[in-house]
């Protein structure tokens, strides 16, 4: 079973829509969530990071987390053309105490269409 | 404040040949991870550095691959000598760790092309 998991997509919104992408983890000792975006031949760029479960809003962006469940997902408010990109979900993972390794899912690519 | 620096940013070389990858973090942060990314098999840690030393090199492929940080602002990938399965966008990527604080910041890549 891999570590982290999100569907690979596309998935396709109208512009103006939310989109909404979906993460699952394995570790129950996972504490730092993070949600980068890449866009075709460029690196992840960090668009946002959650370590608390609840929601975690930056513009257009809401992070939620839920520990219980192993669960973090992001949604897009009013998704633009722009938006269109691979989302990597990304998890820390052990050894705990050798600082902040990093597990990536697959990534899910949204397509925005105008 | 300059991000990570990667260079080349591209590369193309023949099978056996040396390659080498070098990256500049962040000034003051003190992790260092190299990672490979696939279509096949999306992004991989290849070895990590914490305060120049390397903490994890499980990732790494095979012998032919080799990573060094000689100090906090320069490491280098060697791939001695290069296959064509070595074709990849190689990303390195830097942080400053806290208990409550961890995120990574990736440089633009070298894309390496093995023939």
């Known amino acids: 079973q891999k570590e982290v998991e999100q569907n690979s997509g596309p998935l396709s919104v109208p512009e103006g829509a939310i989109a909404s992408l979906n993460c699952t983890y394995s570790?129950?000792?996972?504490?730092?969530f993070f949600w980068y975006r890449q866009y075709s031949g460029k690196s992840p760029e960090l668009i946002m990071s959650i370590y608390s479960n609840g929601d975690k809003e930056d513009g257009r962006f809401t992070a939620q987390l839920n520990k219980a469940s192993q669960y973090v997902s992001l949604l897009i408010r009013d998704s633009q053309p722009s938006d269109s990109a691979t989302y990597l979900c990304a998890v820390n993972t052990p050894p705990w105490n050798a600082g902040n390794m990093l597990t990536f899912g697959g990534g899910t690519r949204l397509m925005v269409k105008p | 404040d300059a991000g990570v620096i990667q260079s080349p940013r591209h590369e193309v070389t023949e099978m056996g040949q040396e390659v080498t990858l070098r990256c500049k973090p962040i000034?003051?942060?003190?992790?260092l991870f190299w990672y490979r990314q696939t279509m096949m098999r999306g992004l991989e840690l290849l070895i990590y550095?914490?305060?120049?030393?390397?903490?994890?090199d499980s990732g790494m492929p095979e012998d032919r691959f080799s990573a060094k940080m000689p100090n906090a602002s320069f490491s280098t990938l060697k791939i001695q000598p290069s296959e064509p399965r070595d074709s990849a966008v190689y990303f390195c990527a830097s942080s400053f760790y806290t208990s409550s604080y961890n995120e990574q910041f990736f440089g633009p890549g070298t894309r390496l092309t093995v023939l």
């Open positions: 570790d129950r000792g996972s504490q730092s």
């Open positions: 550095f914490n305060n120049n030393v390397p903490i994890d």
């Open positions: 000034s003051g942060h003190d992790y």
